[in-house]
């Protein structure tokens, strides 16, 4: 079983990657630095690189990347994946150097999901310094966030990510987009004391990802965000609502690359050993009118 530390980052493709440098600099407080090939780079805290936008024929999510701890867990981790059927691919020199790690490969779910995986991060030692006064990302050892990802072959996707991936399960929750509409199950998982780093979701999604979250480290900052969003032009998915699962205060807006972000503050710190996995029967406590964009699927 492949122990994995966090979300180390995500890569995103965008048509026109400048406009991720835009919106990482004007709306979320993000260092964006300009990479070869037209890509751009966001920064949030000490690691070099959390989002990745390369420039392609669409606008859509690519991969997740995943961190190990060292060289020998990685190289583990290799044979595993290839055991699992995951048919992981050693990256070349020139895609390690745009991730700044020592290495890397990539592999599918059996949903057909992109990811990376990564040890050895290269650090340029510079320090954050939010162009938008934000002081600081809540990462660390909860890395960077979460990512929730379509699995409409849910089954295999959940066992593969539990028996070879290592996540354990926080909650569950059963979607109906009708009274009428088939379950669609969301499980909600973890791979370090951040409640969630990755949810599946049993359902198709066409630009590769439901959403993924950010967090920063007060509703002071949530507040500024959402008026950021708003001068931007950012269009909103989910009004400001408080989710019952991980206790996160949070908006959801459009990024560049037609998935959705969540941006927010109070996510629980769980010590799994007195955690008791649980089924919601609703996403939110408060808040986040879902009809503003993600009404069809993505909820937490």
């Not at 079983?1 to 980052?9: P, S, V």
């Not at 989002?51 to 997740?64: F, H, V």
């Not at 691919?89 to 592999?107: I, N």
Request: hydrophobic letters at 40%; aromatic letters at 10%.
């Amino acid at each position: 079983m492949i122990d994995i530390r966090g979300l180390g980052y995500i890569v995103a493709e965008c048509v026109d990657p400048s406009r991720w440098s835009r919106f990482g600099s004007e709306v979320l407080g993000a260092m964006a630095f300009d990479e070869p090939a037209g890509a751009v780079r966001l920064k949030i805290d000490e690691r070099p690189l959390r989002i990745l936008a390369l420039k392609g024929g669409q606008d859509r999510y690519l991969a997740s990347g995943w961190e190990v701890a060292h060289e020998q867990a990685f190289e583990q981790a290799l044979v595993e994946l290839e055991a699992a059927g995951a048919q992981p691919r050693r990256a070349g020199a020139e895609e390690r150097a745009s991730r700044r790690v020592s290495g890397l490969a990539f592999f599918v779910d059996p949903s057909g999901n992109r990811h990376e995986l990564f040890w050895g991060v290269v650090s340029d030692f510079q320090p954050f310094v939010s162009p938008q006064g934000v002081p600081r990302y809540v990462t660390g050892d909860l890395g960077m966030g979460h990512t929730v990802l379509p699995a409409p072959k849910f089954d295999a996707t959940w066992a593969f990510w539990r028996d070879v991936m290592g996540f354990g399960l926080s909650d569950i929750y059963l979607h109906r987009a009708g009274p009428d509409a088939p379950v669609q199950r969301l499980h909600f998982t973890h791979c370090n004391a951040r409640q969630h780093s990755l949810a599946l979701f049993e359902a198709d999604n066409p630009v590769g990802c439901v959403h993924i979250m950010l967090e920063v480290d007060s509703m002071t900052e949530v507040g500024r965000a959402l008026d950021r969003r708003a001068a931007h032009g950012a269009k909103l998915m989910a009004s400001l609502g408080q989710h019952v699962n991980d206790d996160m205060t949070s908006f959801y807006m459009l990024t560049p690359s037609n998935f959705a972000m969540e941006y927010g503050y109070g996510g629980l710190v769980v010590d799994w050993t007195q955690h008791a996995v649980f089924e919601a029967t609703t996403i939110s406590r408060w808040g986040h009118d879902w009809s503003l964009g993600l009404a069809t699927g993505d909820i937490s």
